[in-house]
């Protein structure tokens, strides 16, 4: 028997990198060319792998539709891991990751056009997962009425998003953060820099208002933020728990010397 399906699509090294890369963020080929210095035609080619395997999904760029958004299918890279190591032994099956309770408190903004439905979800979503100790806010390049359809979907998860009021980007002008995360492709390209350097992702996410599919398209966005933030909680704890790590480590080498 060979190895197990995520063994054998993410044992490439210009695989595992990609995988990386899309961990961090939605890429365009051409940004993960540049990431890796590899040639287009190779990057492409494994890409074309992971998709086989599922790992790696496509969206169209809703700025240039000529554009392709590739993201990380998380939660299967997760399963897959979990089988994985079930299938050398079965005390090396992986336990689903625990919930990130020690998030430390930090701002996060997210962007999109409207600030009408995804980013106002996403705030709202991101504010209950942490129990408040994570600051999030969000606006939009185009501020829009808030959607009844966004009202709604937050209902589900027993969230009042009523009161939300939209607002431009501009309102954060020189504020500082510590996460910029846009969610729509045409705010990305228009995104302007924040000072302190925060960490920012790109999460390609369609703007559910511009879906025949309506109500349900709302639920599908809500269900696809819920999955992301989880992911985003857990970075956030491990990348505060490395930074401490670092800065013991740069402290007992400065009473050293």
């Not at 197990?4 to 939605?26: K, T």
């Not at 989880?230 to 401490?244: D, Q, T």
């Not at 480590?249 to 009473?255: D, H, L, P, W």
Request: glycine share 10%; charged share 25%; net charge positive.
């Amino acid at each position: 028997m060979g190895p197990p399906p995520f063994i054998q699509a993410a044992g490439h090294p210009v695989r595992w990198r990609l995988l990386g890369e899309l961990a961090r963020s939605d890429r365009q080929v051409h940004e993960l060319t540049a990431l890796l210095g590899q040639q287009q035609s190779l990057v492409s080619y494994h890409l074309g792998l992971l998709r086989k395997a599922d790992l790696v999904r496509t969206r169209r760029s809703s700025a240039d539709g000529r554009d392709i958004y590739y993201r990380l299918d998380l939660g299967r890279c997760g399963h897959l891991l979990a089988q994985a190591g079930g299938a050398l032994h079965p005390g090396l099956r992986l336990a689903p990751a625990p919930a990130a309770a020690a998030v430390p408190a930090v701002r996060v903004l997210f962007l999109c056009t409207g600030n009408s439905s995804r980013s106002q979800m996403a705030e709202a979503l991101l504010r209950r997962r942490s129990d408040g100790v994570v600051r999030t806010f969000s606006a939009g390049s185009r501020p829009r009425a808030l959607h009844p359809d966004a009202v709604a979907a937050m209902d589900g998860y027993g969230i009042d998003l009523s009161g939300a009021r939209p607002k431009h980007l501009d309102e954060f002008a020189g504020d500082r953060f510590d996460h910029v995360i846009t969610l729509c492709d045409r705010v990305r390209e228009v995104c302007p820099e924040f000072p302190g350097h925060p960490a920012t992702a790109h999460w390609s996410i369609p703007d559910p208002a511009a879906d025949p599919g309506g109500r349900g398209a709302f639920d599908r966005v809500a269900a696809e933020l819920d999955d992301r933030i989880g992911f985003l909680l857990h970075a956030i704890a491990a990348n505060r728990k490395a930074n401490r790590k670092a800065n013991r480590e740069a402290t007992r080498e400065g009473e050293r010397s």
